[in-house]
């Protein structure tokens, strides 16, 4: 019997790729902004159910590239199982380019998926706004359908392509057992996913920023599907070789999953790091001071305590500083990406570094 599966007004077909869309917020022009859908399944109908999901941030292109180049007739025809993607989580932000839809501009709109608990599910204490009530009804579908989940993301403005591993909470001591065995399930998804991982921020800043109520964060914590939030190459730009090597990691999931057969495929020529310990995410060095940064680093270099990574200099390109102008990190690492710009103000962070995590990913919470 193959597995239906609708989404808004797509609906799966055994061996076909459908298309349509998911009604999502209702605009004061009349009609609403609408999800756009597309399902894949292969012949047989049945197997497992992979969910990609792409530009929830609207200045993000590379997961719009994954998706139109990863979904072809010729995986159709190899698959087993079910692909249903969403190019984009944010088509207001796509129209103008930028990280919020402009019906809640300011704000991160992958921080309004549903939270831990049924009862904790409002933004600031005030009723959920147009979006997030349709990212709540997209997140019933997702519930009731997925087996997995990548959400595709960009970071910095130059950034090597690498997955972010989310903490997994707990409530009760009988569910550490279950919270341990999703996060196993999420270690191997990320070993066949093949490319560097980086953990999210520890657990109390997690929760703090919201982060249980991105994309992957919810998937993960609340419908306990194993979820990941892969970040490809810089924003507002499309890096073609990162475009393959995480279509390829999406392949080599979706053989890990059953859903693709043979071998594993190589992974193209990009960066990937791995220092033999978790790492987690910073936002660091900072500049002391208002100054133009020249970088000595790129994404992907590893540094130790006290190399430079950047020169501060003023606006006539001498020095700031007694150090020759040179900024250096505190910690062992890796450089994650560059931030946009070369213009900074006090304490700007002027990069992502990589650095060792001693947390624990899973992390026991009291309601
Ligand atoms: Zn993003």
Redesign the pocket.
């Known amino acids: 019997m193959p597995t239906s599966i609708t989404v808004g007004s797509a609906r799966s077909q055994p061996g076909q790729i459908v298309y349509g869309q998911f009604d999502a917020v209702p605009l004061l022009t009349g009609g609403s902004d609408a999800f756009p859908v597309i399902i894949a399944q292969g012949k047989a109908g049945d197997g497992p159910v992979l969910w990609l999901t792409a530009n ?2 609207g200045n ?1 292109y590379n997961g719009l590239a994954v998706i139109h180049q990863l979904i072809t007739p010729e995986l159709v025809a190899a698959m087993t199982g079910t692909i249903v993607a969403i190019p984009t989580l944010s088509p207001a932000g796509l129209r103008i380019g930028e ?1 919020s839809p402009y019906y809640i501009y300011g704000k991160d709109p ?1 921080r309004l998926f549903p939270s831990l608990a049924t009862d904790d599910n409002v933004s600031d204490g005030l009723p959920p706004s147009g979006l997030e009530q349709a990212y709540a009804r997209l997140f019933e579908r997702i519930d009731a359908t997925a087996d997995y989940l990548i959400d595709l ?3 910095g403005i130059r950034a090597i392509p690498f997955a972010f591993r989310d903490p997994i909470f707990y409530r009760e001591a009988r569910d550490k057992a279950v919270a341990r065995k999703l996060q196993n399930k999420v270690g191997t998804m990320l070993d066949a996913f093949g490319l560097t991982v980086i953990n999210e921020y520890a657990s109390e800043k997690y929760l703090e920023m919201h982060l249980h109520r991105s994309v992957s964060g919810a998937t993960l914590n609340r419908a306990r599907i194993p979820a990941v ?1 892969v ?1 490809i190459g810089g ?1 507002r730009a499309v890096t073609p070789s990162h475009v393959q090597a995480v279509m390829t990691g999406i392949r080599n999931v979706m053989r890990w999953a059953g859903m693709l057969s043979g071998p594993r495929e190589p992974m193209p020529d990009v960066p990937i790091v791995d220092l033999g310990y978790p790492v987690r995410r910073t936002t660091h060095p900072r500049v002391p001071t208002a100054c133009l940064v020249h970088y000595l680093v790129q994404p992907g270099d590893i540094v130790k305590q006290g190399d430079p990574v950047a020169r501060m200099v003023d606006i006539y390109g001498r020095p700031i500083g007694a150090d020759d102008g040179l900024l250096r990190v505190e910690y062992d690492g890796f450089v994650i990406g560059l931030f946009p710009g070369i213009a900074c103000y006090p304490n700007d962070a002027i990069m992502g570094l990589a650095i060792r995590d001693e947390n624990s990913l899973i992390v026991p919470v009291h309601s």
């Open positions: 929830i941030h993000e990280r992958n993301h960009d970071y939030t970040e924003q």
